[in-house]
Nanobody
Framework: QVQVQESGPGLVKPSQTLSLTCTVSDGSITTSDYYWSWIRQPPGKGLEWIAFISYSGDTNYNPSLNSRTSISRDTSKNQFFLQMAYVTPEDTAVYYC?????????WGQGTQVTVSS
């Protein structure tokens, strides 16, 4: 059973870069036809898709976040990463990583990121 787990700092200062890691276990991020995503949920709001990286390394971004977001991977460590630059308090959210096949499954437990000075 594939599992995913987010990790990263819980507090980031405004204008800095948020960096998160998703570690995948019991399954390879290069397995065909799976897309590895970052999704967030700000307090009191719905889920917002941020980006995905495919099994082949192709990437796609939410247009509203594209200019300051980067997704990448390390296949040797079976991990994928999110970097978001120039964060503001509006980027405060629970950040999730998840696998997309025909649905989002599995999800990580989520990691709270607070942007504050």
């Amino acid at each position: 059973q594939v599992q995913v787990q987010e990790s990263g700092p819980g507090l980031v200062k405004p204008s800095q870069t948020l960096s998160l890691t998703c570690t995948v276990s019991d399954g390879s991020i290069t397995t065909s036809d799976y897309y590895w995503s970052w999704i967030r949920q700000p307090p009191g709001k719905g889920l917002e898709w941020i980006a995905f990286i495919s099994y082949s390394g192709d990437t796609n971004y939410n247009p509203s976040l594209n200019s300051r977001t980067s997704i990448s991977r390390d296949t040797s460590k079976n991990q994928f990463f999110l970097q978001m630059a120039y964060v503001t308090p509006e980027d405060t959210a629970v950040y999730y990583c998840a696998r997309w096949g025909s649905s989002y499954e599995p999800w990580g437990q989520g990691t709270q990121v607070t942007v504050s000075s």
